[in-house]
């Protein structure tokens, strides 16, 4: 049972601590500034006139005691709370109902410093909120102008969706701020579009000009498909092949037909060209055993013992080896290496006699050997003459240098003798 309910069974019928209804039966409040006129009841006893002011007293008791607990749970914004205080207040303040409204307005006032601490917590809150919102919007700024610098056309545009989507989701700033930094991520957003057409287009002017290059080398090519000018129209292919590779990519839808065209045709000329080939290299296999058996006989002239025989019969041998003909593609280089190897195993025979004969190398040696003997028999004419005087020091120096002009004068008599 409640206190104003026990009062009310405690007093008189029309009287309770907190009202009271009047012989006229006008119904009383007491407030701290005294009594107030609420109403009257005329259809009933006082006690039941009492009773009807108290339940509307019970209903405000309930609202504010509502209103309590959502203010202490925090599911009400501050500027919400202090609007309903306020308005809850107001009502109690003014209510027709009768109970302790003046206690009753006093708990509404008590959550007034309850809202201040929630408002500065929000307010806290927010502007932590607000930091890394802030803080998140320039990282996001800074990877779009990243983006809008570069050149990564494949990955950058999706990126800058994804930059976009998550700006969306993070909570606005002050305006000028959020307003800074939203022209600087959507100019780079601007710069990045822009750039990515401009690339594109001119990627699509160049693959266009690709296209019409490559169409002119299918056709050459395929014009070339039938030619049995082996040499000259395979040398032409390779010059195709090169220019093919320059001209870069053209549209993808048309870039793989035409390497089919050009691929082909060259499929057919180098089949043909290689079926020619080995019917002639089966024709040609006859002249490889007789280029075989030259070999055997070229090789045994190595190592030279008799030049002019061995120079005798390369020359024969030669002679035969030209007239053998053509051998298969596949031992041209063997065969031709090895008949080479004994030509230049003669001919280096040949060089060495020649060097050791050469007549203008003669003459520079005799004259040498004049002009040492000259310088000998001069520095041994000084050499007796510091003798005689005694000069310890001149006939050393003097001695050394006869040694030395005495061992070229040997060494170039030893080559002399080997050019005789």
Known sequence: MSAD??????????????GRVAEDGTVYVRTADGERSVGSYEAGTPAEALEFFTKRFEELEG??????????????????????????????????AVGDLVSLAARLDALAPVVAVQRAARKEERAQKSAESKAEKEKLVAEAERLAEGTDWRNGANRLRELLATWKELPRLDRATDDALWRRFSTARTTYTRHRKAHFAEEHERRDGARV?????????????TSTEWGPTAGRYRDLMR?????????????????????????????????????????????????????VEAEALV???????????????????????????????????????????IRAVEDEQWSRSDPEKSARADDMITKLETGIAETQAKLDKATSAGDAKKVKDLESELANKQAFLDMAKKAAADFS
């Open 5 to 18: 309910k026990q009062s009310r069974d405690d007093s008189a019928p029309g009287e309770m601590p907190w």
């Open 63 to 96: 609202k504010v005691h509502l209103l309590e607990q959502r203010v202490a749970s925090g599911r009400l914004a501050p500027e919400e709370a202090t609007s309903s205080i306020k308005s809850l207040r107001e009502q109690v303040v003014d209510a027709h």
């Open 213 to 225: 290059i490559k169409e002119r080398l299918a056709t050459e090519a395929e014009s070339l498909s």
């Open 243 to 295: 220019e093919w590779k320059a001209a870069g990519p053209a549209p993808r839808e048309v870039d793989d037909q035409l390497w089919q065209r050009f691929r082909g045709a060259q499929d057919t000329f180098f089949g043909a060209r290689d079926a020619a080939n080995a019917a002639l290299d089966q024709e040609f296999a006859a002249n490889a055993e007789v280029k075989d058996q030259i070999l």
């Open 303 to 345: 190592p030279v013992t008799d030049l002019e025989a061995a120079k005798k019969a390369f020359r024969d041998l030669a002679d035969r080896w030209d007239a053998a003909g053509k051998v298969p593609r596949d031992r041209m280089k063997e065969l031709e290496g090895r008949m080479r190897k004994v030509e230049q195993a």
